[in-house]
């Protein structure tokens, strides 16, 4: 199985901060990488599908980038409703596999 | 507007079994690859299973293997989970999800709001 590494686990920030997660996958995948945003209580929200492209409807302060083995997923400045918990995925191969999350806290 | 809707979660004793439903609107179902990913409490998010538009492939995390079954029908624009041999483990939000594109390597693009299942004597 491909095993999916994201740093950090955990980061406080403040509004108007630059922030980058990224995500080490344990082999190359191309670009078949996503990323999600979860609010406690809710589902998952798709922001970032195949490394760098995003999804309809997310802000343009969010980004995503990379290929092969490292990716990385930025918010340029941050607002009060990006504080969530984040997720990378790997669609490579099966099984689907994701990151253990970073969650940002203020 | 893309709609998923789960149902069918609940209390289970270990060893039992349940059925989950997944019932889909606003878009062409058939032609889509679905699948279920499930959260313990407090814990990330794991890919359980995924079925493609026909129903013809399937695939499921090895721990679930040979007691989980996924299904869908197509003509009712819903998807199955069906879980047996319960254990404690398998306690959590089940989600149903729709990939991206008709390609098993798409992004998850949309998520039910999740159904829970608690396996507990």
């Known amino acids: 199985d491909i095993q999916m590494t994201q740093s950090p686990s955990s980061l406080s920030a403040s509004v108007g901060d630059r922030v980058t997660i990224s995500c080490r996958a344990s082999?190359?995948?191309?670009?078949?990488v996503n990323w999600y945003q979860q609010k406690p209580g809710k589902a998952p929200k798709l922001l970032i599908y195949?490394?760098?492209n995003l999804q309809t409807g997310v802000p343009s302060r969010f980004s995503g980038s990379g290929s092969g083995t490292d990716f990385t997923v930025t918010i340029s400045s941050l607002q009060p409703e990006d504080f969530a918990t984040y997720y990378c995925q790997q669609s490579y191969s099966i099984p689907d596999t994701f990151g253990q999350g970073t969650n940002l806290e203020i | 507007e893309v709609q998923l809707v789960e149902s069918g979660g609940g209390l289970v004793q270990p060893g039992g079994s349940l059925r989950l439903s997944c019932a889909a609107s606003?878009?062409?179902?058939?032609?889509?690859?679905m699948g279920w990913v499930r959260q313990a409490p407090g814990k990330g998010l794991e890919w359980v299973a995924n079925i493609k538009p026909d129903g013809s492939e399937k695939y499921f995390v090895d721990s679930v293997k040979g007691r989980f079954t996924i299904s869908r029908d197509n003509a009712k624009s819903s998807l199955y989970l069906q879980m047996n041999s319960l254990r404690a483990e398998d306690t959590a939000v089940y989600y149903c999800?729709?990939?991206?594109?008709?390609?098993?390597?798409?992004?998850?693009?949309?998520w039910g709001q999740g159904t829970l299942v608690t396996v507990s004597s």
């Open positions: 082999q190359s995948i191309g670009s078949y």
């Open positions: 606003g878009f062409t179902f058939s032609s889509y690859w």
């Open positions: 999800a729709r990939r991206g594109a008709a390609t098993r390597r798409a992004c998850f693009e949309y």
């Open positions: 195949a490394a760098s």
